[in-house]
């Protein structure tokens, strides 16, 4: 117990004179949880750019990159919907033989679909996106986590 408390006070003060150190800044800060009554504070640097595997994925095939803000975030779907989409998943598992970019398409990053029968885990991905039937929308693919099922 006295050791997690002074190693958490450990790093308080060693946050609190990096920032003395450094001084005040115009950048906004951010801290998040780490543990109990622990944070972390982070600067933003810069956005976040999508990985340039995605941006060549949406050049060669726009429509699959299309959201549109007014989809639905939170989906209630069925045992049948359910079933088809563990059952995509289970396919391509067994019938796409896992291979690198570097080696398939000598590239460090390609998204693609895996029409070979080989690929990353982005092309299995995007093989079992585009193998979810119809009546589940696409929401519940980019948007695991705010699916719910019933």
Known sequence: MFTQWSTKKGW????????ALIGPSTVP????PLSRGAYVFTTEIEKAKPP?????FCRRYAPECDAQATEPRNIK????AWDSIVG?????????????????????????YPNDGRGDCEDYALLKRSLVP???????????KDSVRS
């Open 12 to 19: 308080a003060l060693v946050a609190i004179t990096a920032a």
């Open 134 to 144: 119809s009546n589940v929308s696409d929401t519940h693919c980019r948007n695991p």
């Open 29 to 32: 800060v951010q801290a998040f």
């Open 52 to 56: 340039k595997g995605w941006i060549d």
């Open 77 to 80: 779907f069925d045992d049948e």
């Open 88 to 112: 995509a998943n289970k396919w391509v598992n067994e019938h796409i033989r896992p291979i690198t970019d570097m080696r398939h398409w000598h590239v460090g990053d390609k998204w693609d």
